[in-house]
């Protein structure tokens, strides 16, 4: 008897937790969909991630699961329900329409940390991919992390890993890698000790990766190529981004609550604590 | 006479759901609908004019969000699949907020 009770309990919280369009009619012409093929990944190390959106509310914390996709040339970070998320829309395109079913399963694929980096190991240059209202594309060089070597080990995912601090985009950061795996990779942007980073951490503790998993999955290390990315400068998505937070209104469409009252007067500045300050 | 009753009940909730149903596609079908009405007005040099106005017709979409709360979308205010998929998360976030 107990075991239904539970059972039934986590059905009915599992459909109220979930985005559900109560339009019977409803279809929609799907986006298209296009993605160039880089590599494949020799192996995904999965990176626990939590974050704190808003630096006034320290306490509240998102949190995601995020792959670094190591190839031979390229590598990949990005959320791991970003792929989840690529793979649908790949599938639907193919499709003139898509019903209320398929758009909620869409919807339902919340990815909490928005951006694609995909770095080019050779020529030491990255593109960025990042969801504003849209995807916005900008390519920089490889930064050049000035690492400091320090004193101290710790054990992450079974692996002996050294210290080091580095300075990136206005904060001061703690990375805990490892020479066991010989690659000079890490979570984000960083890279360039003399081994795998499994756990990075800010001085303020508000960007937190720690390795959960690393598997030898050979995937493809793709990267969407639409033309309705915009492709701008580093500065110009930065510019685009604060102007986001400070006006989400003015990007978003209408929406009116049960009452008919729009629910556009009510937006309001999102909170805006990027990764790099600077 | 169980069964007899079962099967009632069982007729009665088909019924039931199969004219709720009905009831939201005909609304959906009557927002679909354009209007356009004829106007006459007065212009200042006292000339009447008759205007053709027409109504661009809302078909709403509704939504449910996770934590329970209901807002509407336009359909027509949307193209493609993508758009709609960032209303949908910003509408959300703010009335989950």
Redesign the interface.
Known sequence: MKFYLVFCFFIVSWF???????????S????TYKAENYDTSLYNVYYQFAFVPDAARKEVKKEAVCVLQIGKQYSKFNDVKQLRVDSLSEK?SRQKE?NARE?EA??NINVAFQPVILKDLSKKKLIYQG?I??IYQYQEDQPEFKWKLEKGTKVVLGYSCKKATVKFGGREYIAWFTSGISSNNGPYKFEGLPGLILELYDTKDEFHFVAVGIDKKILPIYLRNED?ILKVTKEKYKEVEKTYHDN?GFF???????DGTP?VV??KPLPYNPIELE | MKKMFFIAALAVAGMVSANT?EI??DG?AENAKEKTILVESKNQKGVTQTLKVTFKPYN???????C?E??????N????????????????A??CS
């Open positions: 109220h937790a979930q985005f559900r369009i109560e339009s019977p009619d409803f929609m012409k799907t986006s639907y898509i758009m869409m919807m969801r209202k849209g309705r989400p978003h469409g209408k929406a009116y609550n049960t629910m009510k937006s | 149903t939201k596609k959906n709403w979409v509704t939504i449910v969000t996770p329970g209901v807002f509407y979308l336009d359909y205010d949307y193209s493609t699949t993508d758009a709609f998929w960032d209303d949908v998360h910003h509408f959300a703010i009335k």
